[in-house]
């Protein structure tokens, strides 16, 4: 069984080294690629105010986020939810920053960034020189994204998740987990309705026309005699 967790964040700025800080985490678990339904999410405080630009990115303010747990509080059960599975990330070099610095405060070991499978570089390999942002790739797999009006870290690793199975050609994986859900669902299939054979019997119109076709050749092979042959006759006379 392959476990993967496929992970976002949302942050105040673009580098913690500036002091931005995650106010958003969100995780799907995959089990053999294809998401079990367990997942993590949580809304955190950045111990700092958001700036404009980020509040208009991800909605989340200030205010709203002060009374969500810090990361410190949180830290355990979000590495307990990850455990050493591997993650998928799109620009993972970005994730994996913030959650470093995250994890530095708190005195825990960093996250190596071996273990983690970013997507934007599938998809750079796959479409080199298109847009390979999350909302491109939708579009390119024909993923609903209509619900994405600012990013969210849990439903983007939603989206991510299906991306992903796209990106490795699991498409036929996606088509059996549906079948799987309607399975578990109790969904019936719709009966098929038995159609009355159609006829193949010539015609008499058909059947005149062939009369009359024959009737144009000569001596046709058919109606020639044929004589009996002994092939033991023909036998002896070879020898």
């Not at 500036?18 to 998401?35: C, F, K, S, T, W």
């Not at 995250?102 to 190596?112: A, D, I």
């Not at 859900?181 to 062939?210: C, F």
């Amino acid at each position: 069984m392959l476990r993967e967790i496929v992970l976002d964040t949302e942050t105040t700025g673009l580098d913690p080294a500036d002091g931005h800080r995650i106010v958003e985490i969100g995780a799907v678990e995959l089990i053999n690629h294809l998401p079990s339904g367990q997942s993590f999410h949580r809304y955190v405080n950045p111990e700092r105010e958001v700036p404009a630009e980020a509040e208009r990115v991800h909605g989340l303010t200030s205010r709203f986020l002060a009374d969500h747990p810090r990361f410190v509080e949180i830290v355990e059960e979000f590495l307990a939810f990850i455990g050493d599975s591997p993650l998928v990330i799109h620009n993972a070099s970005f994730d994996l920053r913030f959650l470093n610095a995250e994890l530095e405060r708190c005195g825990r070991e960093p996250l190596p960034p071996a273990r983690a499978i970013d997507t934007l570089l599938l998809a750079q390999r796959k479409f080199p020189g298109q847009s390979n942002s999350l909302d491109a790739l939708c579009r390119r797999f024909g993923i609903d994204a209509s619900n994405r009006q600012l990013h969210g870290a849990l439903l983007d690793s939603e989206l991510l998740a299906e991306v992903y199975l796209h990106l490795i050609g699991g498409r036929q994986a996606a088509l059996g987990l549906e079948t799987a859900r309607g399975e578990a669902r109790g969904d019936r299939t719709t009966a098929r309705v038995r159609r009355e054979p159609r006829p193949h019997a010539p015609t008499a119109e058909e059947l005149a026309a062939h009369e009359a076709f024959l009737a144009t050749l000569e001596n046709p092979l058919w109606l020639q005699e044929t004589a009996t042959v002994d092939p033991f006759a023909k036998a002896d006379e070879g020898r």
